[in-house]
């Protein structure tokens, strides 16, 4: 089944930075609540945003979010300190977000990983920038993938994120993107693929529309995770519905299961 990552608690979201400064816990109980309610698998955390205030931003997140979710976390900062602090603090194993072949990061975030029992997010960018061909991109994710099982990371706790960009920059950043899943699976088939689906409708009118549509066929590619806003129904039904037409959904019981709570509908 399609994996959610619910990305709302990000200090990045003015709402979400104002609850934070102001230590409004109702304002943060109240999303996470709507996010596990909506049919998030993890709820990603990121306190980033405030120069400065990272780690007590953090660690207060992670003890207002843990006792009302039965979900795990998806650690998000691209500070191993940060990381380490809040991987001691969390119940469940969680998903760490992220890694990149990128030096500086690679050679921090390597020994934080090494020996942890956790899912990675493995983004496919290194020091020469954004991937710009299929083959880039099923590189960066072989090379991210080997690295990771030298340090006992196994491939079905790895997310590649192959990097989705704006098909309003280039027109083959679409097909781009699908070919290179398709053949990261074909040499992975226990990897995962994760992306920040919106991405893909930047700078586009009616975006929703067209993420609605991508996610179909990125699924259809090997897809099977992503961060997303888990309270944009349509989206979520979307994904329901090609997880039941994939083979997903046995006897498509979550289907039928969200059409009976008008999650689904027409």
Excluded at 161 to 183: C, E, F, H, W, Y
Aim: proline share 6%; charged share 25%; hydrophobic share 40%.
């Amino acid at each position: 089944m399609f994996k959610v990552i619910g990305e709302r608690i990000n200090t990045s979201r003015k709402l979400v930075q104002a609850a934070v400064a102001e230590r409004d816990a109702d304002y943060i109980v109240a999303d996470v609540k709507k996010q596990q309610e909506a049919g998030a698998d993890y709820i990603d955390v990121n306190a980033g945003a405030r120069i400065g205030h990272e780690t007590d931003d953090m660690k207060w997140l992670l003890d207002i979010i843990q006792p009302i979710v039965n979900l795990p976390l998806s650690l998000d900062s691209p500070d191993p300190a940060v990381l380490e602090m809040a991987f001691k603090r969390v119940e469940k194993p969680p998903m760490i977000n992220s890694i990149s072949l990128e030096k500086e990061r690679f050679d921090a975030m390597m020994p934080f990983l090494e020996g942890k029992n956790c899912k990675v997010i493995a983004l496919c960018m290194d020091d020469a920038g954004i991937p710009d061909c299929p083959e880039d991109i099923q590189d960066r994710a072989k090379n991210l993938v080997e690295e990771l099982n030298k340090i006992g990371i196994p491939t079905n706790c790895i997310y590649v994120d192959p990097l989705i960009q704006p098909i309003s920059t280039d027109s083959n950043k679409g097909i781009m993107v699908l070919s290179a899943v398709r053949s990261i699976k074909a040499e992975f088939p226990g990897v995962h693929i994760l992306g920040g689906l919106s991405n893909i409708s930047y700078g586009l009118p009616e975006r929703k529309i067209i993420n609605q549509t991508f996610v179909a066929m990125m699924m259809g590619a090997g897809m099977d995770s992503a961060i997303i806003d888990p309270l944009d129904q349509k989206l979520m039904a979307t994904i329901r519905t090609a997880d039941m037409l994939l083979s997903h959904d046995n006897f498509c019981v979550n289907y039928l299961r969200g059409v009976r709570s008008g999650a689904i509908k027409s």
